[in-house]
């Protein structure tokens, strides 16, 4: 069964950092791999995804993650932290068969001092 | 363009009672899948329907269960409440074709007493 890895649960970065999120997973085949952010009281937003082709893939607000097969991973990054990027972030992977069956990781708790 | 709602925003039901929760994707959207979101267990997929057939279904009891209707708006029913069904119940949609981004909506907040 497909499952994803967040192994840090909360994360404090200074504004004006660079910030890294780690996720790993575990999938038989080529992954669907998503990042989602969630804002307080609020849905989650899309920030990037992939699927094939270019293993380094941009997203919206300054956010790109780097599909490496050999680790198994689609860490999350940026390179300098605005105060407004404090929120939950979320890794999933997707189903082979088709639809939506997101499989999400428990997610990291982004921590942004000013 | 309006984006995903969910009514109601808030809910407080008592263990034993059923509970009903709307979600209206966004005009167009043809799929429309649930999940069940608490501190312990995280996001959790429920279900997907498009076209008003389920397409995928999560590992949940049958006392969950779901509907789309003709105009894609969806509903959840939990029936026989347990103190554990306490969770944000979060809906998002999609053109259809499948792993294709997700449109969240605000989500349910459903207290059980």
């Known amino acids: 069964a497909q499952s994803v890895t967040q192994p840090d649960i909360h994360i404090t970065v200074s504004e004006g950092a660079s910030l890294e999120l780690r996720c790993n997973y575990s999938?038989?085949?080529?992954?669907?791999l998503f990042w989602y952010v969630q804002s307080p009281g609020q849905g989650l937003q899309l920030l990037l995804k992939?699927?094939?082709?270019?293993?380094l893939v941009q997203g919206i607000k300054g956010f790109e993650a780097e599909f490496k097969r050999s680790q198994s991973s689609f860490n999350l990054r940026k390179p300098s932290v605005h105060w407004s990027d404090a929120a939950e972030y979320f890794c999933?992977?997707?189903?082979?068969?088709?639809?939506?069956?997101?499989?999400f990781g428990t997610g990291t708790q982004l921590k942004v001092e000013l | 363009k309006a984006g995903v709602t969910q009514t109601p925003r808030y809910l407080i039901k008592t263990r034993g009672q059923q509970v009903t929760l709307s979600c209206s994707p966004i005009?167009?959207?043809?799929?429309v899948s649930w999940y069940q979101q608490t501190p312990g267990q995280g996001l959790q997929f429920l279900f997907e329907?498009?076209?008003?057939?389920?397409?995928n279904k999560g590992n949940f009891p049958g006392r969950f269960s779901g509907r789309q209707f003709s105009n894609s708006r969806s509903e959840m029913n939990v029936s026989t409440l347990e103190l554990g069904d306490s969770a944000l119940y979060l809906c998002?949609?999609?053109?259809?074709?499948?792993?294709?981004?997700?449109?969240f909506g605000s989500g349910t907040q459903l207290s059980v007493l």
């Open positions: 999933a992977v997707g189903p082979t068969g088709g639809g939506n069956k997101l499989t």
């Open positions: 998002a949609s999609s053109g259809g074709t499948g792993n294709e981004k997700l449109f």
């Open positions: 999938y038989g085949a080529t992954p669907y």
């Open positions: 992939y699927f094939s082709g270019d293993t």
């Open positions: 005009s167009g959207h043809r799929s």
């Open positions: 329907y498009f076209s008003e057939t389920q397409r």
